[in-house]
């Protein structure tokens, strides 16, 4: 496996966007700190800042303020460190399932690595296995999504990027692969930082959620989820039945309808 030295940094990175009415302050003074192995949420009111967040540090986007780091490296551009997961379904429909998964394997790796059955292995994580040869329009979409997930993993990325990638999947489906996900990063020991704007999503996957602001996005509260450790069992009914987690959600409900004040008034 890769060498996952030090996670993520930020240092007061800051993002202006220029619009045809003037300079637009999407994001200010963001200093954060995600460590390999650690799984980091951004949490917050649509349209503080969190895609903006993500897509800088994919290096899709540059910030016109601050420092970017990841694991000591600057992040200036897209790179194979980083793997990303969109809510919109990103495989390649003309690609079966199992040459979904090989494709960024192929461009990024060597043939050996296919040898090693790193494809089969992640078709494996996501249940997939039965369906490698079937073609994405055949599947459902937690199904689609569960190739995107295999597809970005296959590439080893140091860091895994993921904005809001349940968010258009039913309720069970979305509980489904949100265990899925524990269940992978758990075993692999990835890094994540993931977009939601859901509150029990945020705390359940999250070992930390970046709560941020918005106009302009600032990060208002980091929220370690610790209390989960100490929890009997991993089981999602032991967890919000959990008086820590009640506490919290209550807490980030006011921050939320705070936020949604401060921008009515
Ligand atoms: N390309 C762009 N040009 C101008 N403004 C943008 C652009 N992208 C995002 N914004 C603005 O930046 C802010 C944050 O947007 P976004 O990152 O999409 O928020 P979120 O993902 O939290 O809903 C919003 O006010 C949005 O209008
Ligand atoms: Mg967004």
């Known amino acids: 496996m890769m060498d996952k030295a030090t996670g993520l940094q930020l240092q007061a990175v800051g993002k202006v966007f220029q619009s045809e009415s003037g300079p637009v302050q999407a994001l200010e003074d963001i200093s954060l700190s995600l460590a390999a192995g650690r799984v980091g949420v951004l949490l917050g009111p649509s349209g503080c800042g969190k895609s903006t967040l993500l897509r800088m540090v994919a290096g899709l986007?540059?910030?016109?303020?601050g420092l970017i780091t990841l694991n000591d490296k600057r992040v200036t551009q897209p790179?194979?460190?980083r793997g990303m997961v969109f809510q919109?379904?990103?495989?390649?429909?003309?690609?079966?399932?199992?040459?979904?998964?090989?494709?960024?394997?192929?461009?990024?790796?060597?043939?050996?690595?296919?040898?090693?059955?790193?494809?089969?292995?992640?078709?494996?994580?996501?249940?997939?296995?039965?369906?490698?040869?079937?073609?994405?329009?055949?599947?459902?979409?937690?199904?689609?999504?569960?190739?995107a997930i295999a597809r970005t993993l296959a590439n080893f990325p140091e860091l895994f990027l993921m904005d809001e990638p349940f968010g258009a999947l039913d309720p069970e489906t979305r509980w489904q692969m949100q265990d899925l996900l524990l269940g992978i990063v758990?075993?692999?020991?990835?890094t994540v930082l993931l977009v939601s704007h859901d509150i029990e999503e945020a705390l359940y996957l999250g070992d930390v959620v970046f709560f941020l602001s918005k106009h302009p996005g600032r990060l208002r509260e980091t929220i370690a989820t610790d209390f989960k450790k100490a929890l009997p069992d991993s089981s999602r009914e032991t967890f919000l039945q959990?008086?820590?987690?009640?506490?919290?959600?209550?807490?980030?409900?006011?921050?939320?309808?705070?936020?949604?004040r401060r921008n009515a008034a």
């Open 61 to 65: 986007e540059e910030q016109t303020e």
């Open 79 to 81: 790179g194979k460190d």
């Open 88 to 147: 919109d379904y990103t495989s390649f429909p003309w690609l079966s399932v199992r040459d979904n998964v090989a494709y960024g394997l192929k461009i990024n790796h060597d043939l050996n690595m296919l040898k090693e059955g790193a494809v089969d292995h992640f078709l494996q994580a996501v249940g997939l296995e039965k369906f490698a040869d079937a073609y994405p329009h055949e599947l459902s979409g937690g199904m689609r999504q569960r190739v």
């Open 186 to 190: 758990r075993k692999e020991r990835n």
């Open 242 to 260: 959990s008086e820590h987690y009640r506490k919290l959600d209550i807490h980030i409900r006011r921050l939320m309808s705070e936020e949604g």
